[in-house]
Nanobody
């Protein structure tokens, strides 16, 4: 069983930046993609960004493209999400996820493992 742990997050003013990181409890060769989702109060969990593990192909939600940047460290088996120009609408719990099913994983159903989440609050 793979457990994921997010770090980073916190309270930031609008226009600021935050960096999130995610590391698994064990390394596995079955990982095909890793990604980030977020869940705002009263809303469903939504896709933010993902990266394919072997080729490094990246996908972004429209709301994240141009402001958020996902990266992977193959040696450390970790991923990062750099979030810039943050807006109050970016507030939510951010979840890291890992997929053994799909290289281009942009939906919740594509992921097998999830972290407990980390809170990001953007004040206006």
């Amino acid at each position: 069983q793979v457990q994921l742990t997010e770090s980073g997050g916190g309270l930031v003013q609008a226009g600021g930046s935050v960096s999130l990181s995610c590391a698994p409890s064990v390394r596995t060769s079955m990982t095909r993609a890793m990604g980030w989702f977020r869940e705002a109060p009263g809303k469903e969990r939504e896709f933010v960004a993902s990266v394919s593990w072997s080729g490094g192909n990246k996908d972004y939600a429209d709301s994240a493209r141009g402001r958020f940047f996902i990266s992977r460290d193959v040696a450390k088996h970790t991923i990062h999400l750099q979030m810039n120009s943050l807006k109050p609408d970016d507030t939510g719990v951010y979840y890291c996820a890992a997929s053994s099913k799909s290289v281009r994983a942009t939906t919740k159903s594509a992921y097998d493992y999830w972290g407990p989440g980390t809170q990001v609050t953007v004040s206006s």
